[in-house]
């Protein structure tokens, strides 16, 4: 079975800051994806940045990076500058085929 | 473009009664999804639809059928709901299934089975 998960179940960051979200993932597959997505309250999934397992430099979107270690299957995401905005739950996701699986997230506040 | 529109958005549900919910995507996507998110825990696959004209479970299938009607269009059927249906439903779509292709989600609808 895939597993995906997320030890930190809040974060709690200052504005203009950075923080660093923790997922680890389980899998026997050599080729597969791996996500971050935000979810505000609005509900909304937004993805925020995606990594490839072949690919070993890690991907980086604006403020947002990723750290993955793929021998130790860790994928975090570290936001920069943190701002209001980025205050969500945020969700790890891994996909081999069809079904993204997900972590159970982590519920970020950002304090002015 | 609107995306991935879901109707509806909040519906309170009797147990034993029964409902579909409306998915459709207007990228022209071959791919559609249902997800269930409950309290606490991320999105679990209920069923999907790799194109037009097919279906497949996911993780959570049980109590739930799914009719793709289109390429447009994807909907879940509760025939008899339960209490445990009480969760956030997201439909998605891809451009195509598998690894790469991003999955665009809809705004979710809120069930609560009374």
């Known amino acids: 079975a895939q597993t995906v998960t997320q030890s930190q179940p809040e974060m709690s960051v200052q504005e203009a800051e950075t923080v660093t979200l923790s997922c680890t993932y389980d899998?026997?597959?050599?080729?597969?994806?791996l996500f971050w997505y935000k979810q505000p309250p609005s509900r909304q999934m937004i993805l925020v940045i995606r990594q490839e397992a072949y690919k070993q430099q890690n991907a980086t979107e604006n403020r947002f990076s990723v750290n993955f270690q793929k021998a130790a299957k860790s994928f975090s995401l570290k936001i920069s500058d943190s701002q209001l905005g980025d205050a969500a739950m945020y969700f790890c996701?891994?996909?081999?085929?069809?079904?993204?699986?997900f972590g159970k997230g982590t519920s970020l506040l950002v304090t002015p | 473009n609107a995306g991935v529109t879901q109707t509806p958005k909040f519906q309170v549900l009797k147990t034993g009664q029964s409902m579909t919910l409306q998915c459709a995507q207007d990228m022209n996507h071959n791919s559609m999804y249902w997800y269930r998110q409950d309290p606490g825990m991320g999105l679990r696959l209920i069923y999907y639809?790799?194109?037009?004209?097919?279906?497949d479970k996911g993780e959570v299938p049980n109590g739930y059928n799914v009719s793709r009607l289109n390429k447009r269009e994807f909907s879940l059927r509760l025939e008899s709901a339960a209490p445990s249906q009480t969760s956030v439903y997201f439909c998605?779509?891809?451009?195509?299934?598998?690894?790469?292709?991003?999955?665009?989600f809809g705004p979710g609808t809120r069930l609560t089975v009374l």
């Open positions: 899998t026997s597959e050599s080729d597969y994806y």
């Open positions: 639809s790799a194109s037009e004209g097919t279906t």
């Open positions: 996701a891994y996909i081999s085929g069809y079904a993204l699986n």
């Open positions: 998605a779509s891809s451009e195509l299934g598998g690894n790469y292709n991003e999955q665009f």
